[in-house]
């Protein structure tokens, strides 16, 4: 009887002694809270990777570009400030296309030129030989495809843009499928945005020093018969005043005239096409006072 009460505590003894064994829970995802009626932006945590090795710690995380856009609008409230969303705004509103080719050899290539951080070029969309359309960036969002240019008084062509981007070497014509495709692009646009049909233009009508495209192979006559552009008539050349001068023509249209060669060379290499000097002939007056004349 002694001996059985003895193994009865021992076993108690020995349950007692025994740690539970205690199931891991799963560690959660921090959750962004946040109170739409009154907000400081320091206390908005951007969500961290949990339990990684100290090896994988240095790691840097990709953001994609609608983490990057939540960041800059964090950014940009005033820390000393109390914030509250207020629910009437808008968005940057594009009011002109701007038209490149590539320049490389592949639409893959583009896209990869557009997905490294070295490059810093970027543009809303790109179309292929074939006619496909990849988009890469919101309308909305201010891409890197202008550069350093300019066309009347802006200076910040980015800013108020779409670029538009063609998979095209720059000595090559441009595949029917891929300019079909354009214009179905660009009547969306100028839909949309209600962009004027004069402010559909080329890279190297802003930046005349620096660039050529598109190329001389690009068809802005038939852009023009589809409303986007500008074209003169070619059955009806006007005469031109004595008085026209053709520099101011050039800057009226929106062409910087600082480099004048470079501006005429921009313009011949658009609308006379056979001749891209930079020179003016009795001819190219003729024409540029027919353009400027759809302008005023």
């Not at 490149?100 to 810093?120: C, E, G």
Request: hydrophobic fraction near 40%.
């Amino acid at each position: 009887m002694r001996g059985i009460i003895g193994l009865c505590l021992v076993s108690v003894f020995v349950s007692c002694a025994t740690k539970k064994k205690v199931t891991p829970q799963p560690t959660k995802a921090p959750i962004i809270v946040v109170d739409s009626a009154k907000i400081k932006a320091e206390t908005v945590q951007v969500p961290q990777i949990q339990n990684q090795d100290p090896e994988e710690t240095s790691l840097p995380v990709i953001l994609t570009t609608e983490d990057r856009v939540r960041l800059m609008m964090r950014e940009g409230i005033n820390k000393q400030a109390d914030w509250t969303e207020a629910m009437h705004y808008d968005l940057r509103k594009p009011n002109y296309v701007i038209i490149h080719h590539t320049a490389q050899t592949s639409i893959a290539q583009t896209i990869r030129t557009f997905q490294v951080p070295h490059a810093k070029v970027s543009s809303h969309y790109v179309i292929g030989r074939d006619g496909q359309v990849v988009q890469m960036l919101n309308d909305y969002l201010r891409a890197w495809h202008a550069g350093r240019s300019k066309w009347g008084n802006i200076t910040d062509i980015n800013s108020m843009s779409i670029g538009i981007e063609l998979d095209n070497s720059g000595k090559e014509p441009f595949s029917e499928a891929q300019i079909s495709t354009l214009l179905s692009l660009l009547d969306t646009l100028k839909t949309k945005y209600q962009i004027p049909f004069t402010n559909f233009i080329g890279h190297a009508d802003i930046a005349p020093t620096r660039k050529d495209d598109p190329s001389v192979f690009f068809p802005w006559k038939r852009l023009a018969q589809n409303g986007f552009g500008v074209w003169y008539d070619e059955s009806n050349l006007e005469m031109v005043p004595e008085n026209f001068n053709y520099v101011d023509a050039l800057r009226i249209i929106g062409y910087d005239v600082t480099n004048l060669k470079a501006a005429i060379t921009a313009f011949k290499r658009k609308f006379i096409v056979v001749d891209v000097s930079d020179t003016m002939t009795a001819y190219d007056r003729r024409i540029l006072y027919n353009v400027y004349r759809r302008y005023f």
